[in-house]
Structure formats: C-alpha cells, structure tokens
C-alpha cells in the first residue's frame, strides 16, 4: 500500500515496494526491504517503523548513517541491515501488525513518501 500524494509523481523519490515476510515465528526473524525510486532526488533518509514506533534511520550523508531505536517487541540487527534494507529478530506478539518505510528527500524538494506492509506473529 503506497499512501502518500507522490507516490505516482515520476519527478519525485518514492516507495516502489515493500517486501517483508507475511508471517514470522514468536523469537523469530526476518528480512524488511524498502525499494525506492530516487526520480531524480537526493536521498535524505530511510526510516522504518514498527506501528508508531521507528525502529531504523538510514541517512546516507550523516557519519553515523544508521540508527537503532529501542523497541520492547523485536531487536533489529544493525550489521545485517543496511539503507532500506532491515534485518529484524527475537520478534513477539506485539510486533505484529504494519511496518511502515518512510523515505525522504533533500533539498530542494523534501518529498516524502511511504509504503505499508503487514506482518503477523504467529
């Protein structure tokens, strides 16, 4: 699910697609990729969220490019995540529901957009 009002503007960074796994095992893990079109931007950043909560901020430019967030339901291994690309594990129950990727742009454009998946814990 594409949700933003640029998600069709060729000109503009997107979210092409979001691929996670449909369901993972409780103390489980797995793979969130975000593919993005750049459309002539600047990446500024990729972030991930698990419900409300962002878990991973990839910024490009910065020293520190990658990010972790404290999150009670999942860990997200940092050296086998890269750009939009996350690897998550030691998931619980309250980790299920959507996972969201946020990409946006530098300037002179600021574009943001986002993309939506569901993953269930079983």
């Not at 949700?3 to 000109?11: D, F, L, R, V, W």
């Not at 972030?47 to 878990?55: A, C, L, P, S, V």
């Not at 997200?76 to 996972?99: E, L, M, R, W």
């Amino acid at each position: 699910n594409l949700g933003s009002p640029t998600a069709n503007a060729c000109h503009a960074i997107n979210v092409t697609r979001v691929v996670a796994p449909t369901h993972l095992m409780v103390g489980g893990s797995g793979d969130l990729e975000c593919q993005i079109s750049l459309g002539g931007d600047t990446l500024y950043s990729i972030k991930w969220y698990q419900g409300i909560n962002e878990i991973y901020r990839f910024t490009p430019f910065k020293s520190r490019m990658q990010q972790v967030f404290h999150n009670d339901f999942l860990t997200v291994d940092v050296d086998k995540s890269t750009g939009g690309k996350v690897h998550i594990s030691n998931v619980t129950v309250g980790a299920d529901g959507p996972f969201r990727c946020e990409v946006s742009a530098e300037a002179p454009t600021f574009y943001t957009d986002y993309g939506v998946t569901e993953v269930r814990v079983v």
